[in-house]
């Protein structure tokens, strides 16, 4: 039986990702990457029914992983301010950390993979910050509000300054690198604009 | 995942009408647990979980359906 070295399993979820974010789903074949990664297609026809299932696979474990690191040391006990504070820190790490990754998931979003795996991110986001959020408006932290409308102040802002900072330009092509700095005076201004007003 | 049992091949069975004709006979196979075609690769893959079945005995089966089909080597 073919042992299943973690190292190989680790180099083959990183080359598809890059794949993917280089060539679209589209330009990614399960050739290419075996290719890629100098093993052989049987090799990972093994381990992966077919392309769809080699991508849906990767990028459920790559959620999950995303999960832990987002989610992990997030106490939904929080104020509301302290705890989105902890959300911006986690989810700012994570893209910083893995740009190859958060670019994949960016290909995700708009197809045909998105369901699947969405479906798997959300239902342990919702659980965890469907507490924090319910405590949050009970205790007049900030309003109840639809969930587009919360996101697009409470995190959009971070997601716009992560963009600029990949791209290494901001608007009109100005030069742009993300700094503590203006990642926090960003976040004071949302929660700012997030507090009830008395 | 016993990975003896996985038998793999390249196949020329790309459209739905090809697989449905290999359906047939696979489908219906009794030791035949599971299996795929990777109507996305250039070399359809096809992949069948046997634990009984040898790589030739599928050869014959899907060349009877009139496809191409050779064992994938590694």
């Known amino acids: ?198 | 995942m016993n990975t003896e049992n996985i038998l793999l091949f390249k196949s020329n069975i790309k459209t739905a009408s090809d697989k449905f004709a290999v359906e047939r006979i696979l489908d219906i196979h009794p030791h035949i647990e599971q299996w795929t075609v990777d109507q996305q690769d250039e070399d359809c893959i096809l992949r069948v979980i046997s634990p009984r079945l040898t790589h030739n005995h599928v050869i014959d089966m899907v060349r009877g359906c009139g496809y191409h089909c050779e064992e994938l080597k590694d």
């Open chain 1, 1 to 198: 039986m073919r042992v299943r070295n973690e190292e190989k399993v680790q180099l083959v979820k990183q080359k598809a990702m890059e794949m993917v974010v280089s060539d679209g789903f589209e330009g990614f074949s399960v050739n290419k990457l075996a290719r890629a990664c100098g093993i052989s297609v049987a090799t990972l026809y093994i381990y992966y029914k077919d392309k769809d299932d080699l991508i849906t696979e990767i990028a459920l474990e790559e959620a999950k992983r995303m999960g832990e690191i987002t989610l992990g040391d997030f106490d939904p006990e929080l104020s509301f301010a302290e705890g989105l504070r902890k959300q911006w820190e986690n989810r700012s790490r994570y893209i910083l950390e893995n740009p190859v990754a958060s670019a994949f998931f960016e290909q995700l979003r708009t197809s045909t993979y998105q369901d699947k795996v969405m479906e798997c991110i959300i239902c342990d986001f919702k659980a965890k910050m469907g507490t924090f959020m319910q405590k949050a408006i009970k205790n007049k932290e900030v309003d109840a509000m639809p969930l587009e409308v919360y996101w697009s102040v409470a995190y959009a802002p971070l997601y716009s300054l992560l963009r600029f900072h990949h791209e290494g330009r901001s608007l009109g092509g100005k030069p742009f690198v993300l700094n503590e700095d203006i990642m926090w005076r960003t976040f004071d201004l949302v929660v700012k604009a997030l507090t009830p007003s008395k």
